[in-house]
Each structure stands twice: as C-alpha cells, then as structure tokens.
C-alpha cells in the first residue's frame, strides 16, 4: 500500500484480556519495527524483523508481549493478560533495510490502547 | 547504552519568527540522524536526515546540524508556520540496526 497501515486505531479493553494489534507495512519494505509510546514520552522500541531472519526481541518488556510477521508482510503484536501499564500508543514502522546506517521509518499512525 | 535527549520540553514560537530544536546523543558510534515530527494523533514523520559524514544538511525550510565533537543535533526550522505546532523527536541508528527515539520536544507555534 502508500502507507504503513495500523488496525485497530483505538482499543479499549478489560484488564487480562488478550488483544492483537495488526500492521500491514509499504510493499517492498524488508524491515518492520514495533515502537511503544507512553503519554508524553518518547518512543519505546519493542520488537523488529528484517526479512527472513530472526526478530530482534530485546525491547519486549515481559512475555505476556509477543509478534509475528508472517510472510514478510503483515506484522501481529499480540499482548496477553493485558494491565493498566500496557496503555499507550502502538506504533508500528516498516522500512527499505535496518542495516546499520540505512534508512528513516515511515509510520503507521497507531494503534490506541486503553485497559481499564 | 544509547540515549537520546533533548534540551527543551516546550518551546513557544511567534509566527514568522525562527525556531531551534536541541537535541544530545550519547552513542559516538552513530552514523545516521533523522528529525521526525509528530502531529496530535498521527504516527511521527519524517522531517530530514543527516549523516555523520556531514556537518549540515538542508530542506525545505529546514536545517539539521550535526557536531560530531560534542554529540548534538539540531533543527532549524525557518519562518515557523501554526502547521509546525507538534512535537519533534530527533533520533539516531548505532551498532543495533534500529532507530533510538529522544523523548520529544513540543513546539508551540503563537499565530
């Protein structure tokens, strides 16, 4: 597509329910990053896959946070047991390469989580 | 480990007038530099990039400016308009293949 598209773009769910998250990313691009941003913060990287290897999981903050790319396309983050602290907005980017020195993400425009 | 700041959490401009956004890095291995603005509820954009092989890089409007010496980066952004009211983030890529994301800093822009 033109754009890195996010769905839901609000969600509002009961503490310890499961949600999923989808991002469908610009056709052609390699990498997808998932970012986290807390009202008021900066962003928080949590995952991102480069083609065919294996994803770089390190900004995951607890197991009940898990993604998957399937295909080399469309992305699910997928946060179990949900908690209050899981409220933000999700932020999904996908660009040419993640090679060092490469290139600027273009973004989704989120996915608004709210637990209650 | 990597961080990213910046100086200014809120900076109010006048219409017309020059705005200037600060931002400090503390990753000395990092190559690449980008500005990106986030308007209320929308993802963040790109704005401009820059290399660490430059100094200084130009856009429309914009000018990033890279010291390499003493790891800052700022934005210029010329004849600010009410449309350049949103927060900027600065953010670079190190030896991890991904962007580090400072915290933000809110322009305001007074018509």
């Known amino acids: 597509g033109a754009g890195v598209s996010q769905s839901p773009s609000n969600k509002v769910t009961e503490k310890g329910k499961d949600v999923e998250l989808r991002c469908d990313p610009i056709s052609g691009h390699t990498a997808l990053y998932w970012y986290r941003q807390s009202l008021g913060q900066g962003l928080e990287f949590l995952i991102y896959f480069q083609g065919n290897s294996a994803p770089d999981k390190s900004g995951l903050p607890s197991d009940r946070f898990s993604a998957e790319r399937t295909g080399g396309s469309v992305s699910t983050l997928t946060i179990q047991r949900t908690q209050q602290e899981d409220s933000a907005v999700y932020l999904c980017?996908?660009?040419?390469?993640?090679?060092?020195?490469?290139?600027?993400?273009?973004f989704g425009s989120g996915t608004r989580l709210t637990v209650v | 480990g990597e961080s990213v700041g910046l100086h200014l959490p809120t900076l109010s401009v006048q219409e017309g007038d020059n705005s200037i956004i600060n931002c400090a890095y503390s990753?000395?291995?990092?190559?690449?530099f980008i500005w990106y603005k986030q308007e209320s509820g929308k993802g963040p954009q790109f704005i401009i990039d820059i290399r660490s092989n430059m100094d200084k890089r130009q856009g429309q409007r914009v000018t990033v400016l890279l010291n390499k010496t003493v790891k800052h980066l700022s934005l210029q952004i010329a004849a600010t308009q009410p449309g350049d009211s949103a927060v900027y983030f600065c953010?670079?890529?190190?030896?991890?293949?991904?962007?580090?994301f400072g915290k933000g800093n809110q322009v305001v822009v007074i018509p």
């Open positions: 953010a670079e890529t190190g030896g991890n293949n991904r962007l580090a």
């Open positions: 980017a996908s660009s040419l390469s993640s090679r060092q020195g490469g290139y600027g993400y273009t």
């Open positions: 990753n000395s291995a990092s190559d690449y």
